[in-house]
T-cell receptor
């Protein structure tokens, strides 16, 4: 099956700093990637849809100026949490869809292992 | 909120027993998927059922879908301790962005050895 990686696996940063999280599709090209946030013992909440070569589409209530998304290539999307605060501490997960369906069903999303962000 | 709901929130069973989890959703869908998540890890895709399907099997997993009731169930038969994880349903709404997924609240399954 298709593999999606995230880097870093976890990061601790100070309040007010910015943190960049990378999401890569390793063996397929993904025109669309998705970013989710998951608080402890809660479900995944979709933050934004990242489209290669165009602006991301943000879900209601998600600040686009705070969570900057760049999808510069067909295998890489980045999420930058700007001016992070303790309430941004969460588990961030990305997923990617293989539109060619060669890695499996074209409906299926492949999830990265997640990045745990702790803001002190 | 579009988020679906799952019940039970948590379930503890003995090894060998069957586990059933239910998912309800709010909108018309293209398909419904079930995912598994071990604590603090990413998601693993388990099974996908299309809106025109009523039941699907994959190994020890059985999924049903009732679009009239906007509900689905996941049955894990002959459970094992290794099945301990959180299970989420996720729907792909019709008319939405391609492959946008709305996740349910999840069921935490604990299988006691």
């Amino acid at each position: 099956g298709a593999v999606v990686s995230q880097h870093p696996s976890w990061v601790i940063c100070k309040s007010g700093t910015s943190v960049k999280i990378e999401c890569r599709s390793l063996d397929f090209q993904a025109t669309t990637m998705f970013w989710y946030r998951q608080f402890p013992k809660q479900s995944l909440m979709l933050m934004a849809t990242s489209n290669e070569g165009s602006k991301a589409t943000y879900e209601q209530g998600v600040e686009k100026d705070k969570f900057l998304i760049n999808h510069a290539s067909l295998t890489l999307s980045t999420l930058t949490v700007t001016s992070a605060h303790p309430e941004d501490s969460s588990f961030y997960i990305c997923s990617a869809r293989d539109p060619s369906g060669t890695s499996g069903s074209s409906y299926e999303q492949y999830f990265g292992p997640g990045t745990r962000l702790t803001v002190t | 909120s579009q988020q679906g709901e799952e019940d039970p929130q948590a379930l503890s069973i003995q090894e060998g027993e069957n586990a059933t989890m239910n998912c309800s959703y709010k909108t018309s869908i293209n398909n419904l998927q079930w995912y598994r998540q071990n604590s603090g890890r990413g998601l693993v895709h388990l099974i996908l059922i299309r809106s025109n399907e009523r039941e699907k099997h994959s190994g020890r997993l059985r999924v049903t879908l009732d679009t009239s009731k906007k509900s689905s169930s996941l049955l894990i038969t002959a459970s094992r301790a290794a099945d301990t994880a959180s299970y989420f349903c996720a729907t792909s709404p019709t008319g939405g962005a391609t492959n946008k997924l709305i996740f349910g609240t999840g069921t935490l399954l604990a299988v006691q050895p």
